[in-house]
């Protein structure tokens, strides 16, 4: 199959990568932070650095340095504490540029985005121009925010390509480019080979694409298991998976939150409120998409960071908060806790659909609208405006964009009313 057909049809992909985008963000809202060296970080003192700016990574800062680390690099950086919620907004706003040019988007992450943009190539010229538009529509609404835009025949090759002019490019890859700009490209380039993988590569003398093009299928599965072929593909610049939508996507097959706590404890009781708190977390998105669930996992992280997790499956599905937490504690009381805990998570699965349970008793009938109400209230004024007397000295966690996070549906989490703060206009 060449890189560029799918089923016989042909496909142009655009991956749209924000430059810097929380440090960007911050920029865009603060202009004394113009030009300066800064990085975003967490609330607390174990945060680590989650983006910094072009004037920062000048002087060797990196995402997930801590912050003593940064200083050191660069004693005059200017550390900024992050608000999820701004750019999960700006999100929002960019995926809305977005559709004025094709309704064929995959969020990928909070700050990259796959386009289809085949079938609206003839209503705008060229890819070219579809992307010199998307750049300045970003630059009319968002202010100083720039992007780096590949293009390419598959999702593959265009993430690649927009990896090749940063900050503000735009680099196309053309088919019968393919195989000389794959030849001496390092295998870690490439989407999907990390650090580890390219270090095995190489052990077997594999460090350029066109040696991994080269190898023997046999030889690669071998080594490697089931993704030993797929190496042998993507070597060759061949992808043919589609851009899926939010509304395509597969449904959940879990819901979690974890929080990484600002400083270790050993009281139960305190463990105690943190679980149910997590819990309503988990059992308001399951609402939010209509899941119940029947197996709770709770996840505990000692101070040293060993980590236990452990599950639990019930015979009934549910999906409000007190029903996971009494599970989730049946859990936390079989695990005993010997060490100070670090960090908490607890996760739903074993997942379901659940539009048309109707309690069967009064009082159950009578719960399940209390519920409905509460989620309005929440849903409308932030998370936890409306809550049980026990949270009302909830732990306020800083929220941090998990990976799978998008603009809508079970994987859209409002971080920004995890603090209690109100959604920037």
């Given amino acids: 199959m060449k890189p560029s057909q799918v089923n016989g049809s042909q496909r142009t ?4 990568d924000m430059d810097a985008f929380f440090a960007s963000v911050e920029q865009q809202i603060n202009p004394s932070l ?5 990085a975003v970080v967490g609330s607390n003192e ?5 983006t910094s700016s072009y004037e920062a990574r000048e002087y060797g800062v990196k995402t997930g340095m801590t912050k003593y680390e940064a200083k050191r690099l660069c004693p005059h950086i200017i550390l900024v504490e992050g608000n999820t919620g701004r750019y999960t907004d700006t999100c929002r706003r960019l995926v809305e540029i977005y559709s004025h040019y094709t309704p064929v988007i995959e969020v990928y992450s909070v700050d990259e985005v796959f386009l289809d943009i085949a079938g609206s190539i003839p ?4 890819a070219e121009d579809i992307a010199k538009k998307i750049k300045q529509d970003i630059h009319k609404h968002l202010g100083r925010l720039t992007c780096s835009i590949g293009i390419a025949p598959n999702k593959l090759l265009a993430k690649l390509a927009s990896d090749m002019k940063k900050p503000d490019g735009l680099f196309i890859i053309k088919e019968k480019d393919v195989r000389s ?3 001496n490209l390092p295998v870690q380039n490439l989407w999907g080979i990390g650090p580890k993988l390219a270090k095995h590569l190489a052990s077997i003398g594999i460090t350029t694409c066109g040696e991994l093009g080269q190898a023997q299928v046999t030889q690669l599965k071998h080594t490697f298991g089931i993704i030993g072929e797929r190496l042998a593909l993507i070597a060759q610049g061949i992808d043919d998976s589609p851009v899926i939508p939010s509304e395509k996507e597969s449904d959940a097959k879990s819901v979690g939150h974890s929080m990484t706590l600002e400083k270790d404890i050993s009281d139960k009781e305190t ?9 309503e977390m988990v059992g308001r998105r399951m609402r939010k998409g209509g899941y119940s669930g029947r197996t709770v996992a709770l996840t505990i992280r000692y101070s040293d960071f060993s980590t236990l997790s452990k599950r639990k499956t019930i015979g009934t599905s549910i999906n409000d908060g007190l029903n996971i937490y009494l599970v989730a504690c049946d859990i936390l009381n079989a695990i005993r806790p010997c060490h100070p805990v670090r960090l908490l998570g607890v996760c739903v699965s074993n997942l379901h659909k659940d539009y048309t349970q109707i309690p069967l008793f009064p009082a159950e009938r009578t719960k399940q609208k209390v519920v409905r109400v509460m989620d309005e209230i929440n849903n409308r ?3 936890f405006s409306i809550t049980s007397g026990t949270l009302l000295n909830r732990y306020h966690h800083k929220g941090v964009i998990s990976p799978a996070w998008r603009p809508k549906g079970i994987k859209c989490i409002n971080l920004a009313n995890h603090t209690g703060k109100k959604k920037p206009s």
């Fill in 381 to 383: 004024y932030g998370e």
């Fill in 34 to 38: 113009r030009g300066k060296p800064i």
């Fill in 123 to 126: 209503l705008f010229n060229s």
């Fill in 13 to 16: 992909i655009m991956h749209i």
């Fill in 46 to 50: 174990r945060t680590v650095v989650t």
């Fill in 181 to 183: 700009l794959l030849e």
């Fill in 271 to 279: 463990i105690e409120r943190l679980i149910l708190q997590l819990s």
